[in-house]
């Protein structure tokens, strides 16, 4: 069906559920039990989840060199097809955004609709010069450093500061521990990332959900794919960059609804 030939599907991937197809792409540091944890079991009981873990994510390895967002767009399509999806929604996540839009955009005949969450099609300098600071971090080893760097970014002033100090240590401890090994080459992935000249031909019904509290992906980006999108529209979410852990259910309710009101 699709006009790109697709190669074989090698990265470690996640199949859930039955029903219409829905093909997940993950944040950037994280893997698909890490960002879609909390509303996985939900997705999947109204539709077959497939999902991959990106290189240096999950059981999928590192990569020996720079990742390349076609090849990563085109992992997830094969992914879907390899489990006998013809056609299917996509959902994308922080990074998991562009490659989503990417392989919509190579893979027009497979997708039916899309949903970006907290994402962007270019970082500009705020995010970039974040995203730098944490690779850097990333490269020296040091998780737990990774861990407080990020969590005063990634979520809301109201969710970091309603922790107590027992609850907070032990948060960051645990998010420590799952850090991703390729962190330091999702980052450099991500300062290069551009899928703008895409958003034009996107002609599937397409949901951006703004983390609108969002530190490490500034709502000005989300509301820039809403606007060059043909037709898509915007939802906010008052959470920082982590719906998964601040505003789970809500999260997965504004997925499930429209996926359910355009029948993907």
């Known amino acids: 069906m699709s006009e790109r030939p697709l190669s074989e ?26 960002t879609y944890g909390p509303i996985l079991e939900a997705l999947a009981t109204h539709h077959t989840v497939v999902a991959v873990d990106y290189p240096g994510s999950g059981e999928t390895p590192r990569s020996t060199t720079p990742l ?9 399509v094969a992914a879907a097809v390899a489990e006998g999806l013809e056609t299917f929604a996509l959902h994308g996540y922080s990074l998991g955004g562009p490659i989503a839009i990417r392989a919509a955009a190579r893979h027009p005949e497979r997708v ?59 948060v960051l401890t645990y998010a420590a521990a799952d850090i991703a090994d390729g962190t330091v080459e999702h980052a450099e992935f991500a300062t290069r990332i551009d899928v703008r000249d895409d958003l034009a031909a996107i002609r599937v019904p397409t949901l951006v959900i703004s983390t609108t509290v969002d530190h490490l992906v500034p709502p000005v980006l989300h509301r820039y794919l809403s606007e060059n999108i043909p037709g898509a529209e915007l939802a906010e979410i008052p959470t920082g960059h982590l719906p998964m852990v601040e505003r789970p259910e809500e999260w997965q309710n504004l997925i499930t609804d429209f996926l359910a009101q355009h029948h993907a």
């Not at 199949?15 to 997940?24: E, K, R, T, Y």
């Not at 944490?134 to 922790?163: I, N, Y």
């Open 68 to 76: 390349d967002i076609d090849e990563m767009a085109d992992q997830l």
């Open 112 to 170: 039916t609709a899309l949903v970006l969450t907290a994402t962007m099609a270019h970082p500009n300098n705020q995010q970039a010069l974040t995203i730098r600071v944490w690779g850097k971090l990333a490269a020296t080893g040091d998780r737990r450093l990774v861990s407080e760097f990020l969590f005063p970014h990634a979520l809301s002033p109201q969710a970091l500061e309603a922790m107590p100090a027992e609850q907070l240590e032990e």
């Open 9 to 34: 599907a090698t990265y470690a991937r996640t199949v859930l559920g039955s029903g219409p197809g829905l093909v997940l792409a993950h944040g950037a540091g994280s893997s698909v039990s890490n």
